[in-house]
């Protein structure tokens, strides 16, 4: 089955700084990568996701990478504010599969 | 309108007992799935159905147990209440299998004392 890894489980920016958290996976039939956002206390909502025939997608200050080749994919916001603060988990899964396959976990303070 | 409800949002209960959490999604999805949230956060699918039927059934104890009485619906039964079942579980819809994105209830947290 798929095996995704996220990295770093803590990360700590001051406000305006960028973030990045990365995840990699392992079944190359993967093709589907979606970001989720957990404040705390509350459920976990998407915010961004990607298709294998994307490299790349922006949404405001936010952006999601894929590099299939790598079998990676990042997350990336732009001019972080505290509300900003929360964790994210990325996720995989393919069109003939049943699940999603989640990351970890990595956990966002934004320093105001 | 709510999407995907859960009840109740939280549960205290002794060790032993038997215990029910419902779901129900208004959004007219064919799969639902429960997650475990455990202290540490991490995510871990427990079942899904598609349909009305059973797809995933992850290694969870068969004190579990899900019922899908229609599309709409996925509860989850707990029996003989243990100390290790305290959490936070989350329901979910997604509108089908594989790539569509999931959309999570407002999770229920149990404390079993």
């Known amino acids: 089955g798929e095996n995704v890894e996220q990295h770093p489980s803590t990360l700590s920016v001051q406000e305006g700084d960028s973030a990045v958290i990365k995840c990699t996976y392992s079944d190359s039939a993967s093709n589907y990568f979606p970001w989720y956002k957990q404040e705390l206390g509350k459920r976990p909502q998407l915010i961004i996701d990607i298709r294998s025939n994307v490299g790349e997608k922006k949404d405001q200050r936010i952006a999601v990478t894929l590099n299939k080749t790598a079998k990676h994919f990042s997350l990336h916001i732009t001019e972080t504010q505290p509300e900003d603060s929360a964790v994210y988990f990325c996720a995989a899964s393919r069109n003939t599969g049943n699940q999603f396959y989640f990351g970890t976990g990595t956990s966002l303070t934004v320093i105001p | 309108d709510t999407a995907v409800s859960q009840t109740p949002k939280y549960l205290v209960t002794q060790m032993g007992n038997d215990k029910s959490i419902k779901c129900e999604q208004n959004l007219g999805h064919d799969t639902m799935y429960w997650y475990k949230q455990d202290s540490k956060k991490f995510l871990k699918i427990m079942f899904s159905?598609?349909?009305?039927?059973?797809?995933i059934n992850e290694t969870v104890p068969n004190r579990f147990s899900p019922k899908s009485p229609d599309k709409a619906h996925l509860n989850l039964h707990i029996n003989s209440l243990e100390l290790g079942d305290s959490a936070v579980y989350f329901c979910a819809s997604s509108l089908r299998q594989g790539t569509d994105t999931q959309y999570f209830g407002p999770g229920t947290r149990l404390t079993v004392l």
């Open positions: 159905y598609n349909n009305k039927e059973l797809i």
